[in-house]
């Protein structure tokens, strides 16, 4: 279904329905929604430098920061893999292919890095310092799209408007965030990244990433990444679209890229 071009095209908020727009709500609520409109930020993305997106497998699921190293995972069947990258210049410094389902969104934590499956319904445990595999697997329902973790909890979305808290030694589901935008729900949620209560995510097909409330799901602020469309470059195709936020602590900068992209971008966001 990621691969279905029209939903370049699809506005990811879905509006209410003509019928549940016209349900009477408390005044309370209308109260809420006006509030919550008039606070959602639009911040500016400032693009700080550019380096290249190197490597043949660059359809990008998941892009995080562990121990100053930027990683990053692919996906697609036959061209799935894991990455490592010097941040300060581009170069793959390792790469683990993975031959046998199509990869997901990654997640370090607990010194465990966590790999999801797109449809295959497992995550699987890797050893992020040398990829060696741990042989430790966990199912789960529906398709797998992007993680990240907070600390203590892995985050993840499945490609709808909900984000789950899981338990990084059960991998049980603790909590179920609905993620709203001015009250309606916002789907196709994709690749993520958890920053100081917040989760910044992208959303497939859209030039979109959403500033998240990290437990009530309230969308507080949007960045308009237009300007980093890697579908318009001569390299690459209209499935190039923005996927890959990886937050570095210690530049406090983020780092984002896309599916096919052929840049990974060192940006800031400034209100
Ligand atoms: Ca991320």
Redesign the pocket.
Known sequence: MKKIITLLLIVAVTFVSCEKKHKKKPSKYQYLNQTEASIIKKLKLRIIRQLPHNGNKRYVQ???FYKGILYESTGEYNFSSLKKIDPKTGKLLQTKDIATYFAE???ILNGNLFLLSYREGKANLFNPDNFAEKNITFTYQDEGW???NDGKSLIMSNGSDKIFYRNPITFNVEKEVSVTYNGNPIEYIN???YVDGKI?ANIYGVGTIMVINATSGLVEAEIDASAIDCAQLPQTDREAVLN????NPASKTFYITGKRCPNIYEVAFDE
């Open positions: 998941g892009f995080e969104g990654i997640t992007g993680l990240t690749e993520l990244e910044y890959g936020i990886a937050y």
